[in-house]
């Protein structure tokens, strides 16, 4: 009888412990998002910039600069974004290859003119940091920039 109610203990316990070792463990992971998901998530801040030579380059440097600010790239493929100050500094569409390693955009005016088109090597997209690489000059790859975004709960200013 005592051998009986060990057994059935043990038995219990066993279950116990499978039916909980093979539950889901995965119910509170984030789904998969796809590279235009991701950028499209959040608004995006610049937070840093680093040179060839991994050193810290002040967003205020001249071949920075330019690229400093809030961006915000909407689901439809549009984009705007503004200077840290709130002013506007381009917008029309973007696009992220189909790899996932370049992102596209191409700027345009009110009339809906094409201003120009950038594109840029993508080099770190997740949720929680967005970085990608500019060259000052397209034929000398020993010379670069690489723009750090994180995610803000900045608010797209409403003009």
């Known amino acids: 009888m005592k051998n009986t109610k060990l057994f059935s ?6 279950l116990a412990m499978f039916s909980i070792s093979c539950s889901n463990d995965n119910n509170d ?3 998969d998002l796809t590279p235009s998901q991701t950028l499209s998530f959040t608004a995006w801040e610049t937070t840093g910039a680093k040179n060839a030579s991994g050193q810290n ?37 973007w ?14 005016n009110d ?12 080099l770190v997209l997740t949720r929680t940091e967005f ?9 000398d790859k020993t010379v670069y ?9 900045h608010k797209e200013p409403v003009k």
């Open 29 to 31: 992971r984030e789904p």
């Open 111 to 122: 009339a809906g003119e094409v201003i120009f088109t950038r594109v840029v090597d993508i």
């Open 131 to 139: 970085t990608y690489r500019i060259y000052p000059n397209a034929n």
């Open 57 to 93: 380059v002040a967003l205020t440097d001249a071949s920075v600069s330019g690229f400093v600010g809030y961006s915000y790239f909407n689901s439809n493929g549009t984009f705007k974004i503004y200077s840290l100050a709130d002013a506007l500094r381009s917008k029309g569409d």
């Open 145 to 153: 920039f690489d723009i750090i975004h994180t995610p803000t709960t």
């Open 95 to 108: 696009s992220i290859s189909a790899d996932g390693k370049t992102r596209t955009i191409t700027a345009k």
């Open 9 to 14: 203990v043990l038995a219990l316990l066993l």
